[in-house]
């Protein structure tokens, strides 16, 4: 198992969503979650705006980086550029369905391939000196069930790989879109658990329609850690009970704490050209369920993308909550 990262919790990488103003606020309630970006692809880090793309400020750590790919170089020398970036851990993606990923030979279409991607994560260890990690599913399209998940994760385990994160549904590449590929394969939570018994010298982290943390409690009966995506996002002060419920730690701030301390990044990051948008948007769940939360996203949503907009948009809808508690 990974000796340098917890993965008891984790946030799930989530394309445009997950990127480094989320996780800077979802930092903000946690300390202890480990936080994922979003996919990047070798092509974007090799040949892209490479700044853009691996750019984190200092308090999000302890970040993974997600990768997309399959050509042992290129992930090997992607990995190691992400390590000189100041990663704690780099993620290979063979969970994601999109037609995109499956032209570019990355993502789910690789569980098809488990020796591919062996050579690739042991490509990558050997170039680095950080933990890596891989995350799929259970299965893709007709591979036969538990059998083809085993024959994955063996293959990759004798390469040195140790920490699994697996989403608990098939993927099927033809016929589903990705959304479709997040809701319409069932569940198979049961398959997760078997391959912790079957393989307990294995650090596997359980991915999927986990929607609070009454439900991580009851997974960590039975796997290492767990990944939330959607939940985390669509709701972010769940995060807030994190580090007291799941390690013992004390509990994060409120929304309205949050708020006030995102005003210096918002201010920082408008002062490099930043968009106050760009970084507003991840914010229209903090007050989900609360009085005032539905003024609070309006006026986020009608003002931020203005131009000119700076954080007094940002104090207006704070207060427009404040006023309704």
């Not at 993620?91 to 690739?120: H, I, K, T």
């Not at 293959?155 to 099927?172: D, E, L």
Request: with cysteine; glycine share 8%; aromatic share 6%.
């Amino acid at each position: 198992m990974s000796d340098t990262l917890s993965h008891r919790f984790c946030t799930a990488p989530l394309l445009d969503w997950s990127d480094r103003h989320c996780r800077f606020m979802w930092r903000l309630f946690s300390k202890r979650a480990l936080l994922y970006t979003e996919m990047v692809t070798t092509g974007a880090i090799l040949h892209g705006d490479r700044e853009r793309h691996l750019q984190f400020d200092a308090s999000e750590h302890p970040l993974a980086l997600q990768l997309g790919g399959s050509d042992p170089q290129q992930l090997a020398e992607c990995a190691r550029i992400a390590e000189q970036w100041g990663y704690d851990e780099i993620n290979l993606n063979c969970g994601c369905p999109s037609d995109r990923v499956q032209s570019g030979r990355f993502g789910a279409c690789l569980m098809a391939e488990p020796e591919v991607v062996a050579e690739g994560l042991a490509a990558m260890r050997d170039a680095v000196s950080i933990p890596v990690t891989v995350k799929h599913r259970i299965g893709i399209d007709d591979m036969e069930d538990y059998a083809g998940l085993t024959r994955f994760v063996e293959a990759q385990a004798a390469v040195g790989i140790t920490t699994f994160i697996v989403h608990a549904r098939k993927a099927w590449l033809n016929g589903l879109s990705p959304k479709e590929n997040r809701e319409i394969p069932p569940l198979n939570y049961d398959m997760v658990f078997q391959l912790k018994r079957d393989y307990p010298q294995l650090e596997i982290v359980l991915n999927g329609g986990i929607n609070s943390l009454e439900e991580c409690r009851q997974h960590l009966r039975h796997v290492d850690g767990v990944m939330l995506g959607r939940a985390a996002y669509q709701t972010p002060t769940l995060l807030a009970q994190v580090d007291s419920e799941l390690f013992g730690g004390e509990p994060g701030p409120d929304a309205a704490r949050v708020v006030e301390q995102m005003l210096p990044y918002i201010d920082s990051e408008l002062a490099r050209g930043q968009r106050l948008n760009h970084i507003t948007r991840h914010m229209l769940g903090l007050f989900q369920g609360l009085p005032g939360a539905r003024r609070f996203r309006r006026h986020l949503s009608e003002n931020a993308h203005r131009k000119g907009a700076g954080p007094e948009v940002v104090k207006q809808a704070l207060a427009l909550v404040t006023q309704a508690a």
